[in-house]
């Protein structure tokens, strides 16, 4: 079935985005986004200025060296000299042959290492594809990724860890699911392993 534009959803942030939720509804996705760039380089963010304003507080707040400044598809823009090794992200979606040439452009001028905001978080989609169909235990990305993030233990893998010692451990798991046990064995220090499902590898 192809959906057409104005068959979109009028409330729909983006227009045109029907892959991620509102991400200004769930915050947790600031903190995914904080993990996917790259650690301790300057960020700048573009885009429309009520929309990169709050984004830019969130991750300032996360602890991060954030600039914001707006922009729109169709607008010229000079950045000047960024600081070194700046990384820069738009938060805007391309949804046009002239909006991805304008992000071509960007790229062409400034370096590759530009990237929109919905090109770094889309990966976790596959995530939650994934939990609005099978039987996750944790059942929203709220509750499951602090266990990826490491502030919460699924079950009592201290206790485990006391007794097994699992640092530098070869590990197989079974039936690893939605991840958390094997999450759990990256933090205690696993050296290697394999889950019971060929395609899902372990490595420390």
């Known amino acids: 079935m192809v959906t057409r534009r104005e068959d979109l959803p009028?409330?729909?942030?983006?227009?045109?985005?029907?892959?991620?939720?509102?991400?200004?509804?769930?915050?947790?996705?600031?903190?995914?986004?904080?993990?996917?760039?790259?650690?301790?380089?300057?960020?700048?963010?573009?885009?429309?200025?009520?929309?990169?304003?709050?984004?830019?507080?969130?991750l300032r707040g996360l602890g991060r060296d954030v600039r914001g400044r707006e922009w729109l598809w169709?607008?010229?823009?000079?950045?000047?000299?960024?600081?070194?090794?700046?990384?820069?992200?738009?938060?805007?979606?391309?949804?046009?042959?002239?909006d991805w040439l304008a992000m071509g452009a960007l790229r062409e001028r400034y370096g590759s290492d530009i990237s929109t905001l919905y090109e770094l978080l889309l990966p976790y989609t596959a995530l939650t594809q994934a939990q609005s169909v099978l039987p996750y235990q944790q059942a929203t990305i709220d509750s499951i990724t602090p266990f990826y993030f490491g502030d919460s233990q699924p079950g009592p893998f201290e206790e485990l860890d006391k007794l097994v010692a699992l640092s530098g451990k070869s590990v197989i798991e079974f039936g690893p699911m939605e991840g958390l046990q094997t999450a759990a064995l990256v933090r205690a220090g696993v050296e290697s392993g394999n889950c019971s499902r060929p395609s899902a590898r372990l490595t420390g």
């Open 10 to 58: 009028s409330s729909s942030p983006e227009g045109d985005n029907q892959v991620l939720p509102d991400i200004w509804s769930q915050p947790i996705w600031w903190q995914l986004l904080e993990r996917r760039l790259a650690p301790r380089r300057p960020v700048l963010l573009l885009g429309r200025q009520h929309e990169v304003t709050p984004l830019t507080a969130a």
């Open 74 to 98: 169709t607008s010229p823009l000079d950045l000047g000299v960024l600081p070194a090794n700046t990384q820069v992200v738009v938060r805007l979606v391309p949804a046009s042959a002239t």
